[in-house]
């Protein structure tokens, strides 16, 4: 009986360490190493890094994209598009998924649960003969409500 009452002293005091330790009791974005996403801003976003925003508790990235932009040096009839496949993760929701064209024929940006997202360019412009990574790109997206 006695292990019983110190492994619940141990289990509370624990408990309250740990939800302490978060800023105003939100520990959504806590748990990440990720950056800030201030709303009604234009963030750079990178591949493979996770924005957060803990007041509306969604962490947003990306992880692809398809870059059919004219090149610079290139004729071409059409300026092309690209696009990007962005992952918001919201607490209490499903990983949701949503593309964003940089073309304005196509869904340039979108609302998810009350968050806006506009995509506002991409980052490097194609250029003839040069091949880019995915870690080569930067995304510039207003995030707003």
């Known amino acids: 009986m006695r292990q019983k009452v110190i492994f619940g002293v141990f289990v509370f005091l624990l408990s309250a360490i740990l939800y302490s330790g978060c800023d105003n009791c939100n520990c959504f974005c806590a748990a990440y190493d990720v950056e800030d996403l201030k ?69 340039t940006d979108t609302t998810l649960n009350g968050i806006r997202f506009e995509l506002i360019d991409m980052l490097p412009y194609p250029v003839v003969d040069k091949d880019y990574q995915l870690d080569d790109y930067i995304l510039q997206i207003l995030v707003s409500n």
């Open 39 to 107: 709303l009604n801003d234009t963030i750079e976003l990178r591949y493979r890094e996770l924005y957060c925003n803990s007041e509306h508790e969604f962490r947003l990235s990306f992880d692809s994209l398809g870059d059919g932009r004219c090149p610079i040096g290139a004729y071409c009839i059409w300026e092309g598009n690209a696009h990007v496949d962005f992952i918001i993760k919201q607490e209490g929701r499903s990983e949701q998924i949503f593309t964003l064209n940089t073309f304005a024929g196509f869904l």
